[in-house]
């Protein structure tokens, strides 16, 4: 069976990454799924994301989806949890946007400023 | 929107939030009755007769932000505008099912879509949810339920994105191998 093949090597894939973890520990994004984020695009926002962490073979990056927020018209809206409690809002995270943000925010450590529409400090 | 399966895709974040830990999507594609039938079904908090009548009405919401909710309006008037139907039944504490027909022949029928970056995206959310997703076409059927996928995977969680990456490949490649035309 040709699924079970596939299975048994992406098994490997995935234990090699986490065999591997980065400086990206403890990073959580989340999506805005709302039927606003969705229309807006946010599925192939969250596709993006999902390829260019795997591609990377980033595995300690959490990817949660939430509900609308009330900032309709900024979708796709994605949030950057840091482990220091920051956390940085972008808006407008079109698939190319949301590649960017992995390899500048998350691997690098630098926010992107052009698509930040808020930035605050969650309470630990 | 663009898609069914981003219909589906709101639909099912419902039943997420509504505390569904099973969910079960049934697509079937009948060319010689030319209709496409698409069935949702959770085991969430479900909703009692008064919320039902209403929740296609997109001025109806039980959240307390905003005045209005319109995933299943949209869904609504996507099925009537292929001359189809969409069907709501709940009860409380039992779980939500939502049916929609369409005429699968329909110009004003939006394709399916992405339906691997549907399941993607849902199994995104998996550590709380068991998916079941059953595609026919005629006579020809691709099954897959993610509580399987995880016994394969071992240690490994569905939520990896390597993992998620190769169910999104794996769903769409197997509903060409299906002949799927939605």
């Known amino acids: ?124 | 929107m663009r898609e069914l399966s981003l219909h589906l895709l709101d639909l099912a974040r419902n039943s997420i939030e509504a505390g569904a830990t099973l969910l079960e999507l049934t697509v079937v594609e009948d060319p010689r009755t030319d209709t496409l039938k698409i069935v949702l079904r959770d085991n969430g908090a479900g909703m009692d007769e008064q919320a039902v009548a209403r929740a296609t009405d997109a001025f109806y919401t039980t959240r307390t932000t905003r005045r209005w909710g319109l995933g299943l309006a949209l869904f609504k008037a996507t099925c009537e505008a292929a001359q189809g139907q969409l069907e709501v039944a709940s009860r409380p504490g039992e779980g939500t099912v939502v049916s929609a027909t369409l005429r699968l022949g329909h110009l004003d029928r939006p394709p399916l879509g992405n339906m691997g970056a549907l399941l993607q995206a849902l199994v995104c959310e998996a550590d709380r949810l068991a998916l079941r997703y059953r595609h026919r076409v005629g006579d020809r059927e691709f099954y897959l339920d993610t509580e399987e996928l995880r016994r394969e995977l071992g240690g490994i969680c569905l939520t990896e994105p390597v993992v998620l990456q190769w169910l999104a490949g794996h769903v769409n490649a197997e509903l060409r191998t299906l002949g799927s035309r939605a």
Do not use: F
């Open chain 1, 1 to 124: 069976m040709k699924t079970r093949e596939e299975l048994q090597a992406i098994r490997e894939r995935a234990k090699a990454a986490l065999a591997v973890r980065g400086s990206e520990g403890g990073i959580r994004v989340v999506i805005a799924m709302g039927t606003c984020g969705i229309a807006a695009g946010a599925r192939e926002t969250l596709s993006a994301l999902i390829e260019e962490l795997a591609q990377r073979g980033i595995s300690d990056v959490t990817v949660s989806q939430t509900g609308c927020k009330g900032l309709c018209d900024k979708e796709p809206v994605v949030e950057v949890h840091l482990p220091s409690g920051q956390v940085i809002t972008y808006g407008g995270v079109t698939p190319p946007v949301m590649r960017r943000i992995v390899a500048e925010q998350i691997v690098n450590g630098q926010i992107v400023s052009q698509y930040v529409i808020g930035t605050e400090t969650e309470a630990c």
